[in-house]
């Protein structure tokens, strides 16, 4: 049924990297909630008024802050599809984050009403609530409307791979749970009138869910804000496929960027050849960024990096900075090793890469390969750049 309705609606639908067709997903997404959720909160709100429940009141509002999502949705997916200005040189698309966050804090107002509520009404044992079998008929067709948004919510979002529509799939099943539960309650409730406890005791239960499932969304939310770690997957990928080139010796520095689902920048050293012609070399580097970046629909800049492949000393020296890092750590690299001779001492410089979760500390890595060094030839003086590792 997805694809049935993108095939109808969004002209090359398939074409998920261009800014357009996200858009246009996110649009329709967004209608198709806007008119479920209207529906819904309409039918919830006047079967609970005639039934003086304020289970299936509660849970009508919670439908009109889905239809206010709805909106917000639609909105943010229109202004994330605009075209980069002198302001926002990388677009527009992170606002697509934005309104999943402002998703989440409705959520989680909504959630803080329906908690007050049923906590007045149970402190207040209210006893007004007089079911129907029409509130069991509307609640049991919402229950299958929700469903069916929910699975449309998660085809579409699967397809663009957008964070705000993960999160309205995860609220639309949020919504059959709570309904589910207000249905038995009411179903209870109506056959054994004693328990008028249910009403406003499943309001709360359902708030309490409500609240939980909006912090969840909020930090699924945020995080691409803040700067999560690429999909290490893709990362081997496009490293690995760097490497398949005549004249690549290496591949270090990795560095990646997103300003939204179509917006990846990537950074990388490049090593070749010192000896190499230039020109080559640069002809070389230019066309991996621009095939590499036409296959994986990344924005791809590489930093040449030459290698001295003529001197005899750095393969020892390589494998004596190897050993010494692996004794501290197994998850210590080392790159860009060079070897600059002077009249009275020579400099061995290299870089060592920091993971995130290391440890130690820097100091005891650069005594412990100084003194490594020093074994092998006194004159020769370390000189290391320490690099934070941004992929992993």
């Not at 858009?23 to 006047?46: C, D, T, W």
């Not at 994986?296 to 005899?312: A, E, K, Q, S």
């Amino acid at each position: 049924m997805i694809n049935f309705l993108r095939k109808i609606f969004i002209k090359d639908y398939k074409n998920i990297q261009d800014e357009k067709v996200r858009e246009k997903h996110g649009v329709l997404a967004s209608i198709i909630g806007i008119v479920f959720n209207s529906v819904l909160f309409l039918m919830k709100l006047v079967i609970g008024i005639f039934t003086s429940s304020m289970s299936i009141i509660s849970d009508a509002l919670n439908n009109m802050t889905d239809f206010g999502s709805s909106i917000v949705s639609f909105v943010g997916f229109k202004l994330s599809g605009k075209k980069a200005d002198k302001e926002h040189p990388y677009g527009h698309e992170r606002i697509e984050y934005i309104t999943g966050m402002i998703t989440s804090f409705i959520i989680l107002l909504v959630g803080a009403l329906l908690i007050y509520n049923s906590i007045t009404a149970l402190i207040e044992q209210d006893k007004s609530a007089n079911f129907s079998i029409w509130a069991f008929i509307i609640l049991g067709v919402s229950i299958l409307l929700k469903i069916m948004l929910g699975f449309i919510y998660k085809g579409l979002g699967k397809a663009i791979g957008s964070v705000a529509l993960q999160a309205n799939m995860q609220d639309s099943f949020n919504d059959v749970l709570s309904t589910s539960i207000v249905l038995v309650a009411s179903l209870i409730q109506f056959f054994v009138p004693e328990t008028w406890w249910l009403d406003s005791s499943v309001s709360l239960l359902v708030a309490i869910f409500i609240i939980y499932s909006g912090i969840k969304m909020v930090k699924e939310s945020a995080s691409p804000l803040i700067g999560e770690v690429p999909n290490q997957d893709f990362v081997n990928k496009v490293v690995a496929e760097i490497k398949t080139y005549e004249g690549v010796l290496g591949v270090h520095d990795v560095m990646f960027h997103s300003y939204g689902p179509t917006k990846t920048f990537m950074m990388c050293h490049v090593e070749i050849d010192g000896y190499e012609n230039t020109f080559k070399s640069h002809d070389l580097i230019d066309n991996i960024e621009k095939e590499v970046s036409r296959k994986y629909g990344i924005n791809l800049t590489i930093h040449m990096d030459p290698v001295d492949t003529r001197n005899d000393e750095l393969p020892v020296l390589g494998e004596i900075i190897e050993k010494t890092l692996q004794n501290l750590d197994i998850s210590l690299t080392f790159h860009d090793l060079r070897v600059i001779s002077g009249p009275t001492h020579t400099n061995v410089v290299f870089d060592v890469v920091i993971p995130t979760e290391y440890k130690g500390n820097k100091s005891e890595i650069a005594i412990k390969i100084r003194r490594a060094i020093k074994e092998y030839k006194s004159n020769y003086e370390t000189v290391i750049n320490f690099d934070e590792n941004y992929i992993d």
